[in-house]
């Protein structure tokens, strides 16, 4: 099954990627094994994502940038309002990315 690498680029993704750098760099693991995590982790995301959460969240901002590319959407806002079951947020800037999943099963 493949997978998107998106959520390497999350706070949690990145601390993983960090760790598993310093442990191929000390040598407790060997790159083909940190390689092996990255990718479970990759699915395991995607995994969670779709099975575990439930809430509906609604965006309202002003649209700064977007994009399209090999199938993948990009959005920047500002100012952006997200609204969710009974609490919201205000946020100066998000990024918000965001591909087919359909894509996936090809």
Partial sequence: MATFELYRRSTIGMCLTETLDEMVSSGILGPELAIQVLVQFDKSMAEALDTQVKTKVSIKGHLHTYRFCDNVWTFILQDALFKYDECQENVG??????????????
Avoid: F, M, W
């Fill in 93 to 106: 800037r998000v990024k918000i990315v965001a591909c087919d999943s359909k894509l996936l099963g090809q």
